[in-house]
């Protein structure tokens, strides 16, 4: 196939774009290059002939109609989105332009393609969601599929919204999509702002490794490139109209998985005493979602998925891989908010 990906510059958008070019696809990576984006992520296949990129702002509806007639997509993996809680507390407008305004321009230029190919019923618009659009959890249950939306931050509302409206896309125009919402996501190429590679390059300094609260907040943590895997099987394979919830099947408490990190850098880069010793507990997030658990039930039992690294496997090829790659994270320390403490309100 050709896919049309967006944010595919990005974390998880270039981890599509590295595993649909392997996987034989050709790929159209559409992105508008804002911070946490870097072309590095995807310099191993940009030479490759199935490989084309466009710097567009899926803001800008006329962009985006030029690359769907000039490319003729046969798919689209919608990626692309502001999606750093702390930022979308201290500037909301920016996530609801683009992952709420933004998604509307892209439904719109897919479905006017759609149409204009006759409706092909083998096109698929695939958005990419986020299990935080399903609010916080206490200490049981999972989410599901059918889990009432709860949004709790700017970031999960402007992703509850885009979710909407690609639904309703579907039942009023009849666009051929499906959703997926996962967990929390980690490894290579991970932009500096996030906890791991937080974790990771304040320890490397020796520079105090901020934990939120008490560190008792609970995630389930997928390692991203079993997570392209599965994005790709649910745009093959996957219903029209249906939603599937990719998760890691590893729920950790943030200060536990601070720990294994630190632990593995013990073994790793040694220093004078435990990376551990760097840990300094600082405020909370406001309205921090106690804990995140997806049941991946219905991908497992439809589409035959299940993740294939483990929390440990996945920690430790995340830390080679920021000590084997300094050149990436250091030319990316010096982007706007990176290093500071950002959406204490």
Request: with cysteine; proline share 6%; net charge negative.
């Amino acid at each position: 196939m050709k896919l049309l990906v967006t944010g595919g510059a990005g974390f998880i958008g270039s981890a599509v774009v590295r595993r649909a070019i392997a996987d034989g696809h050709d790929v159209v990576n559409l992105d508008a290059l804002t911070y946490a984006a870097c072309l590095d992520n995807v310099a191993s296949v940009a030479d490759h002939p199935g490989y084309a990129f466009a710097q567009v702002d899926i803001r800008d509806r006329s962009a985006l109609d030029t690359v769907f007639a000039h490319h003729k997509p046969d798919a689209v993996m919608h990626l692309a989105a502001e999606s750093h809680v702390d930022r979308s507390i201290d500037g909301p407008g920016t996530f609801i332009e683009t992952n709420v305004l933004g998604s509307f321009h892209l439904l719109e230029a897919a479905r006017a393609y759609w149409v204009s190919q006759g409706r092909p019923g083998a096109f698929r618009f695939h958005h990419i969601s986020t299990d935080e659009v399903f609010g916080s959890l206490g200490p049981e249950g999972m989410f599901t599929e059918t889990t009432a939306y709860d949004p709790r931050s700017p970031y999960s509302a402007s992703k509850a919204a885009s979710d909407h409206l690609v639904r309703a896309w579907h039942e009023t125009y009849g666009l051929p999509v499906v959703l997926t919402n996962c967990s929390n996501n980690y490894g290579p190429f991970h932009f500096p702002e996030k906890l791991v590679p937080v974790v990771i390059l304040n320890a490397l300094a020796g520079q105090p490794i901020p934990v939120y609260g008490a560190g008792e907040n609970v995630r389930d943590w997928l390692y991203v490139e079993d997570h392209a895997e599965a994005l790709l099987l649910v745009l093959q394979k996957g219903a029209p109209g249906q939603s599937y919830n990719i998760g890691g099947e590893n729920e950790a408490r943030n200060i536990d998985l601070v720990q294994m990190i630190c632990a593995i850098l013990d073994r790793l880069r040694p220093m004078d005493r435990p990376y551990s010793s760097l840990i300094t507990f600082v405020e909370d997030r406001p309205g921090h979602d106690l804990r995140y658990a997806i049941d991946p039930g219905r991908i497992r039992s439809e589409l035959g998925w299940r993740p294939s690294v483990t929390l440990q496997e996945g920690l430790e090829k995340t830390v080679r891989w920021y000590l084997d790659n300094e050149p990436w994270w250091r030319a990316l320390q010096s982007r706007d908010g990176v290093g500071k403490r950002l959406g204490t309100g």
